[in-house]
């Protein structure tokens, strides 16, 4: 059971990167953003934005009247890793979620189903622990992009 539970988040944690990995085709001076990103006092830029080294760039990724501010520049790679970041982590979260929340009513059930029986109720209580293991990873991967926004961001 544990081997399986470790084998499944662990899955969970590596999945995205597999689905977002892209073969090797040069650098980009640009990207889309699919997040909203706030660096403090390096600025802000919004959801679906194109951030690029200088503005006569942004034409790779998108028109100039969807870019960031002209000002973000020199730094707009740390938006670009940032928003990844912040998009992967949303998808383990809500997935994350969902495993315990799913986990959380099965313990829940073996417990109140154990009739007495010493051995569901422990069961049940492993399940559960394992749920709360769950949702720190989960409220971990939410707060990852602000941890690395703090060592990272200026």
């Not at 422990?122 to 399940?127: D, L, P």
């Amino acid at each position: 059971m544990n081997k399986l539970i470790f084998g499944l988040l662990t899955l969970i944690l590596v999945f995205p990167l597999f689905i977002y990995a892209q073969p090797i085709t040069g650098a980009r001076d640009c990207c889309v953003l699919r997040t909203k990103v706030n660096l403090g006092s390096s600025g802000t830029c919004d959801e679906n934005k194109v951030v690029a080294v200088t503005s006569s760039v942004v034409t790779q990724c998108g028109s100039t009247s969807d870019a960031c501010p002209s000002g973000i520049g020199p730094i707009w790679a740390t938006f670009c890793l940032i928003d990844t970041i912040q998009y992967a982590t949303n998808w383990i979260f809500y997935i994350l979620s969902v495993v315990v929340a799913l986990l959380a009513i099965y313990g829940a059930f073996v417990i109140t189903t154990a009739a007495g029986d010493p051995n569901k109720v422990t069961s049940g209580r492993q399940i559960l622990t394992f749920a709360l293991i769950g949702l720190a990873l989960a409220l971990f991967a939410k707060f990852l992009p602000s941890i690395v926004i703090f060592f990272v961001g200026r």
